[in-house]
């Protein structure tokens, strides 16, 4: 079954969903930052099929997330280790851990911890505006098109509808 690409979406969401795919892909990713880098360690840690991780192996490496590295040369084989743009997804992982152990903790408690070393606490990650610091909430944020946003769709009364668009009222996010 062939999947819809969200690639040429004017959204940065959709684009981001397209790369992953699917929850195998988010877990592999997981994995390569606790630490694993190697096919065998991938499949004996997450019980995946061989050809389902060769497949979100080679998405996150054409997507510019992972590099292959070679580690053994007879016969060869290869870890894969993280690139900027891969190491830069680690906000989004935490974020997606802390709403985890928000509303999918059981009675035990939460499965992991994260330890913040540079200051010595334990810690989870919390979305804060890049200009003041306070929190994001929903109710607190609209939105409008940005410079990226096809220049063909903003005359379409749905995308003003949605958008705020050359000063047309902003959609508020909390309905």
């Known amino acids: 079954?062939?999947?819809?690409?969200?690639?040429?979406?004017?959204?940065?969401?959709?684009?981001?969903?397209?790369?992953?795919?699917?929850?195998?892909?988010?877990l592999v990713l997981r994995e390569i930052f606790y630490g694993e880098s190697r096919f065998d360690g991938f499949i004996d840690s997450l019980g995946i099929a061989r050809n389902t991780l060769a497949d979100r192996l080679r998405r996150l490496e054409d997507a510019g997330l992972l590099q292959r590295r070679p580690y053994q040369s007879d016969p060869v084989r290869h870890e894969y280790v993280l690139t900027d743009k891969g190491r830069d997804f680690f906000g989004v992982l935490a974020a997606i851990n802390a709403w985890g152990d928000r509303w999918l903790a059981?009675?035990?408690?939460?499965?992991?911890v994260m330890h913040h070393t540079a200051c010595g606490h334990d810690t989870q990650a919390k979305v804060v505006c890049s200009s003041c610091g306070e929190a994001l909430h929903h109710q607190d944020v609209t939105v409008r098109t940005g410079p990226g946003y096809p220049a063909r769709l903003l005359d379409n009364p749905e995308v003003q509808a949605r958008f705020a668009v050359d000063g047309h009222a902003e959609p508020d996010l909390a309905t």
């Open 106 to 112: 059981d009675d035990a408690g939460i499965p992991v």
């Open 1 to 26: 079954m062939r999947r819809t690409s969200f690639d040429g979406w004017p959204c940065s969401i959709a684009r981001t969903v397209d790369i992953l795919g699917d929850g195998w892909t988010l």
